[in-house]
């Protein structure tokens, strides 16, 4: 069986009016077309809806039944076409994010700010976790939109890389190779104990930084996220490499951030999004707002 919305709104217009002139004219339509659209509803559903008494259309008993059902899909659908709106007009709607804690610290909230003073209706779900996790609330849907360090993208997933993030190494704030104004080196560190809290991070840095510089066997530190990292070196247990970004924790941390003369070690940080799906009115928004206010890079 095929209802049209056609159908059944004709059929509550005739309803309504007990006349399919007047109700022709309400959708704007000739008489003949409503009486075929009221005939085609009747035909499909095998019921007779309308006693047809002089210029009258009185509904039947069984149609009686049926116009509170009616009333209440015609409602349900003025309801999809003014939701529908409100979407696409940003006065509803959810903005699914997830974020690494450290971003989501720092340059996220000035992002937000803006996006929330334009679009106030919008409400925002924002998962913090770590970078290493960031693809997967993507993949596995508990975000629409992910930004955060460049990882290897499974399929499904779309990447697109957004700046390109100074690393550099977080000392205890009390740190002689810290007052060094000659100039850092890798080679000046290789003997320092090193504080890793993500292994693709780790393996990023292998990749570039300590394939160039062999490190001593010492005993490195290894730690769950980025603040735990930062407040071991804080506490003298050792050095760690971070985003400049994550700079405006220093004071708290008891840390300081320097950058490694002679090197331009950078991390990409990219946009995420499932591939082939088409994103939200509000998450299009915010991603305009994103590339207006990226990070002044290397």
């Known amino acids: 069986m095929r209802l049209s919305f056609r159908q059944i709104q004709a059929f509550h217009e005739v309803a309504k009016t007990t006349s399919f002139t007047i109700a022709a004219q309400q959708m704007n339509l000739t008489q003949s077309a409503v009486s075929m659209l009221v005939r085609q509803m009747e035909t499909e559903l095998g019921l007779k809806l309308f006693d047809r008494i002089n210029r009258s259309a009185q509904l039947t008993e069984v149609g009686s039944q049926l116009l509170p059902t009616v009333a209440r899909v015609l409602n349900d659908m ?12 940003l006065h509803r709607g959810t903005l699914r994010l997830a974020v690494p804690q450290m971003l989501a610290c720092s340059w996220l909230p000035t992002v937000l700010n803006d996006f929330r003073s334009r679009f106030p209706e919008i409400e925002l779900d ?8 960031v693809v997967t609330s993507v993949a596995n849907n508990t ?6 360090p460049e990882r290897g993208a499974p399929s499904g997933v779309a990447m697109r890389q957004l700046w390109v993030e100074q690393i550099q190494v977080v000392f ?3 740190s002689q190779l810290a007052e060094k104004r000659d100039g850092l080196t890798w080679q000046q560190l290789q003997a320092e104990k090193w504080i890793h809290y993500s ?13 160039r510089s062999v490190l001593a066997k010492s005993a490195h530190i290894r730690v769950g996220g980025l603040t735990t ?6 506490s003298g247990h050792g050095l760690t490499a971070a985003p400049r970004y994550a700079k405006m924790f220093a004071e708290p941390f008891n840390v300081v951030f320097r950058s490694i003369a002679g090197e331009n070690t950078g991390r990409a940080f990219c946009l995420y999004h499932q591939t082939g799906s088409a994103l939200s009115p509000a998450a299009s928004a915010f991603v305009d707002l994103v590339d207006a206010h990226v990070p002044g890079g290397l």
């Open 126 to 133: 924002l998962t913090d976790v770590t970078g290493d996790t």
């Open 78 to 89: 003025q309801n999809v076409v003014d939701g529908a709106a409100d979407l696409k007009a």
């Open 172 to 174: 205890p704030r009390n």
């Open 229 to 234: 990292a930062l407040a071991m070196v804080g």
């Open 199 to 211: 292994n693709e991070f780790n393996m990023h840095l292998e990749r570039t930084v300590w394939l």
């Open 143 to 148: 975000a629409e939109i992910g930004i955060g």
